[in-house]
C-alpha cells in the first residue's frame, strides 16, 4: 500500500488549496477513504471523509462548508479541497484508507499572513 500526498504549501488566511493523494497497492474504488490532520503538538484529527462511490462524505464540525472531499476512482486519487483556510487549519494532511493502517507522508499546510 503506497499513499502520497501532495498538494499543500503556505497560503495567507482566507485562501485556498487542493490536497490531492494518489494511492496504490489496493483496490482503491473498493475503499473508503479519508484525511487526517495533525497541528503541531497535537494527535491525528479526522477531518473528512468519502464512501467508496464517492456518493456520501463526513466532515469534521471545524471544516464543514469550508473542505469538500472528492475521488477519481478511475486515476485512484482522494482529493481535498479547502476553501477559507483559516491559522488553525494549519498541519500535517494525510489520507487514509478506512480499515487499512497505512500512512503516507503527509503535506504541509501552512496558514499565516
Known amino acids: 500500500v503506497q499513499l502520497v500526498e501532495s498538494g499543500g504549501g503556505l497560503v495567507q488566511p482566507g485562501g485556498s488549496l487542493r490536497l490531492s493523494c494518489a494511492a496504490s497497492?489496493?483496490?482503491?474504488?473498493?475503499?473508503?477513504m479519508t484525511w487526517y490532520r495533525q497541528a503541531p503538538g497535537k494527535g491525528r484529527e479526522l477531518v473528512a471523509a468519502?464512501?467508496?462511490?464517492?456518493?456520501?462524505?463526513n466532515y469534521a464540525d471545524s471544516v464543514k462548508g469550508r473542505f469538500t472531499i472528492s475521488r477519481d476512482n478511475a486515476q485512484n486519487t482522494v482529493y481535498l479541497r479547502m476553501n477559507n483556510l483559516k491559522p488553525e487549519d494549519r498541519g500535517v494532511y494525510y489520507c487514509?484508507?478506512?480499515?487499512?493502517?497505512?500512512w503516507g507522508k503527509g503535506t504541509l499546510v501552512s496558514v499565516s499572513p
Open positions: 487514509k484508507a478506512v480499515g487499512m493502517d497505512y
Open positions: 497497492g489496493f483496490t482503491f474504488s473498493g475503499s473508503a
Open positions: 468519502i464512501t467508496s462511490s464517492g456518493g456520501s462524505t
